[in-house]
């Protein structure tokens, strides 16, 4: 099953919440997976809305805690309280900006994992790394985390409940978008590393400038499950153009 992803980052208010959910409303074609990822505070209304739509909706992260001191974190069982179904964890400006490691993201995952919750997991080299010749490198290190969770917690994960997401951060939000040889390697590099581990392939996401104009080419990549879209799936009318590219 295909999967379209949109991360909405820190954007909108309550009432385009709404006034999106009435455009896609019941217009997405039947087949793929959808989910939004919407910001805390627009959470609620976004898991009310969506209700008349097949639109699942994710937290951008979740913390490793249940509950306790921890200023301005939402916990996973916070989310599923709410009606949230998943969570992005590990998305590269976590990484970049707040001091996300591959040891607090693995947590995060986990915790949301142990509350049912569903994970999409980013992984994904920087310009530097890429320019470097270390993209293999980095890919490994940062699947250590999903690796170990997969082995090691085989009957807490239901079949579709643990995705990955590859996200190369040089064409996250940039407009470049990595080539489809580049994806594809990827793609095949992160499915070796699990096979390598004895780790049986889940689905993996790109992300990166995924628009309206290059998704349906992307999305039937080699070992591409789908889309993690971030400035594409904003406006209803591009998420229901990047949902009719996939069927
Ligand atoms: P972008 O963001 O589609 O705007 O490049 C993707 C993401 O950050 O998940």
């Known amino acids: 099953m295909k999967i379209l992803a949109g991360n909405w980052k820190l954007n909108k208010l309550r009432s385009d919440v709404d006034a999106f959910f009435k455009e896609v409303g ?3 074609p039947k087949g793929p997976r959808y989910i939004i990822a919407p910001s805390p505070t627009l959470l609620e209304t976004a898991v009310k809305t969506a209700k008349s739509s097949s639109v699942e909706i994710f937290a951008q992260n979740c913390h490793w805690e249940k509950s306790g001191a921890f200023t301005g974190e939402c ?21 970049q900006f707040f001091g ?3 040891d607090t993201v693995k947590r995060r995952a986990l915790a949301a994992l142990s509350e049912g919750l569903d994970v999409i997991f980013c992984i994904g080299e920087s310009k530097d790394e890429r320019q470097s010749g270390q ?30 997401a590859y996200e190369p951060v040089w064409a996250i939000g940039t407009g470049l978008t990595a080539t489809s040889e580049q994806i ?7 499915e070796q590393c699990l096979t390598h581990a004895s780790v049986k392939p889940v689905p993996c996401l790109y992300g990166g400038s995924v628009k309206t104009s290059n998704f349906s080419e992307i999305s039937r990549l080699r070992g591409v499950s789908g889309g993690l879209v971030g400035g594409a799936s904003l406006s209803p009318a591009d998420y229901l153009a990047l949902a009719r590219a996939l069927t």
């Open 75 to 95: 916990s996973a069982l916070q989310l599923k309280d709410l009606g949230c179904t998943g969570t992005l964890v590990g998305h590269s400006e976590r990484r």
């Open 100 to 102: 996300d490691t591959d």
């Open 26 to 28: 019941t217009n997405l």
């Open 184 to 190: 594809e390697a990827a793609h095949r590099f992160i």
């Open 135 to 164: 993209t293999e490198k980095v890919l490994e290190r940062q699947l250590q985390g999903p690796i170990s969770i997969l082995k090691d917690h085989p009957t807490l994960i239901r079949p579709g409940q643990f995705l990955l």
